[in-house]
């Protein structure tokens, strides 16, 4: 998924004679190529994360994490990486590279267990000012270096906390006489009281942020062809599912 995808709502349209009638799924309205984007920006502090004491631990892994291309543009020198067995940090990291790649090394601390102790990783981007945490099957394994040889490079937006849910779309263009789709060209976006919360392509699965008040959204097709944008008539449902949406113009 692609994402943060993009960062101001501009939606360059106006009017047209040529809007669709009542009869119609969508309404239409001539516009250039929008610039829509989900707003991440937060205003979480700074965490002050007390790094381990190596003498407590029997084990250390070390963890190489290249950040994922859409965060890098909001990465700063306040950036942090972490990472967590239970609450207790096991691995503090800062940025280091470039402005086009950014990694971080993570000498993480562990003992020898009879069942292998699962980890979480948290990023705070600086940019940003917000924390993204990614908790799932990360298994410690005792004197082992991961991301040294191939890049590991991990969905911290999956991990937002800024929006509390999250539900994943795939739109699938359902085409008319008059209608061509450019699969490349378009763009679907979802929209929430007006707010961009989810941009993606026909045909491929996106996240749409929301939080748990937020039930209902509007759906937004950009025909790169037709010149325009088609808003759909009807709502749609935010869960924190998986769905398959046909867009009727």
């Known amino acids: 998924m692609g994402l943060l995808f993009l960062l101001f709502l501009g939606l ?10 009542s009869g119609n799924s969508s309404t239409f309205e001539s516009a250039q190529a929008p610039q829509w984007e989900v707003d991440m920006h937060s205003n979480q502090a700074k965490p002050q994360w007390t790094p381990p004491t190596p003498r407590l631990y029997e084990n250390k892994m070390i963890l190489m994490m290249r950040l994922q291309e859409e965060l890098v543009p909001y990465s700063t020198d306040d950036d942090l990486m ?7 940090c096991r691995a503090i990291s800062q940025r280091s590279g470039n402005d086009a790649v950014i990694y971080f090394v993570l000498n993480t601390y562990g003992n020898s267990t009879s069942e292998p102790e699962q980890f979480a990783v948290c990023y705070y981007s600086g940019g940003l000012h917000q924390e993204f945490w990614l908790r799932g099957e990360n298994i410690f394994l005792d004197e082992t270096n991961v991301g040294t040889e191939s890049d590991i490079v991990l969905n911290f937006l999956s991990g937002t906390t800024k929006y509390a849910r999250q539900t994943v779309f ?3 263009p359902k085409v008319k006489e008059g ?10 976006g979802v929209f929430v009281n007006g707010e ?4 993606g392509k026909p045909g491929v699965s996106f996240n749409v942020f929301h939080q748990p008040n937020e039930t209902q959204a509007e759906l937004r097709y950009y025909s790169s062809i037709q010149g325009g944008i088609y808003t759909s008539r009807k709502a749609l449902t935010l869960d924190t599912g998986y769905q398959t949406i046909d867009f009727n113009f």
């Open 196 to 199: 961009c919360r989810g941009v």
């Open 82 to 88: 972490a990472v967590f067995i239970g609450d207790e």
């Open 170 to 172: 795939i739109v699938n």
């Open 179 to 188: 209608i061509t789709i450019n699969n490349n060209a378009d763009l679907v």
């Open 12 to 21: 360059s349209a106006c009017s047209s004679d040529d809007e669709a009638t």
